[in-house]
């Protein structure tokens, strides 16, 4: 299958902070990326989809102006949690897709 | 309602077949997934269907779909240790901006020897 990597894979940042979470896919182009958060023993709940060349489209109830969504190219997309606080701890995982949507790795964030 | 619903738990011993089941909501979604994801780890895709399909199998792996009653289930044939995971059904619809999936609740499965 195809792979998307996700860099960093664990963030521990001050409340306050701002923090980049780049997602990648390696071995295809992705015109669509998307941006999925997990709280501990529950699914994924989409954030937003992001279109390359366009503003990513967010779901009900998530601030885009907390989490920056940047779709730079067809095979980079990047998460910035800004001021981010410890309700924002979280694992952040983003998929890349193609014909099947494919997932990263994931990162764990935690906001001291 | 709009929950895509899975059992939580399965337990079965290993070389065991294990079912984990799944009941989806939107009759128009087009495929339908199942992804394993181990602990701290990112999603994996297992396999997937077409809507216009009954059965797929692949290698230890059979998906069977009941359109009628929009259920989904994976029977993975032989279990073994490194199959216990949490394994996500998921249902995608093609928006605008790509195809969206909603996943299931997870059902964690234990393989124990």
């Known amino acids: 299958g195809a792979v998307v990597s996700q860099h960093p894979s664990r963030v521990i940042c001050k409340s306050g902070t701002s923090v980049k979470i780049e997602c990648r896919s390696l071995?295809?182009?992705?015109?669509?990326m998307f941006w999925y958060r997990q709280f501990p023993k529950q699914s994924l709940m989409l954030m937003a989809t992001s279109n390359e060349g366009s503003k990513a489209t967010y779901e009900q109830g998530v601030e885009k102006d907390k989490f920056l969504i940047n779709h730079a190219s067809l095979t980079l997309s990047t998460l910035t949690v800004t001021s981010a606080h410890p309700e924002d701890s979280s694992f952040y995982i983003c998929?890349?897709?193609?014909?099947?949507?494919?997932f990263g790795p994931g990162t764990r964030l935690t906001v001291l | 309602g709009e929950d895509v619903e899975q059992s939580l738990f399965l337990s079965v011993r290993e070389g065991d077949s294990s079912v984990i089941n799944c009941t989806y909501t939107d009759s128009s979604s087009t495929y339908l997934y199942w992804y394993k994801q181990e602990p701290g780890a990112g999603l994996q895709l297992l396999t997937y269907?077409?809507?216009?399909?009954d059965m797929k199998q692949d290698q230890r792996l059979t998906v069977l779909l009941n359109k009628k009653d929009k259920h989904l289930s994976l029977r993975i044939a032989d279990t073994q240790t490194g199959d216990s995971a949490i394994y996500f059904c998921a249902e995608s619809r093609f928006t605008g901006g790509g195809n969206k999936l909603t996943f299931g609740t997870g059902t964690q499965l234990k393989v124990e020897l």
């Open positions: 269907i077409f809507s216009n399909m």
């Open positions: 071995d295809f182009q992705a015109t669509t």
């Open positions: 998929s890349a897709s193609g014909a099947l949507q494919y």
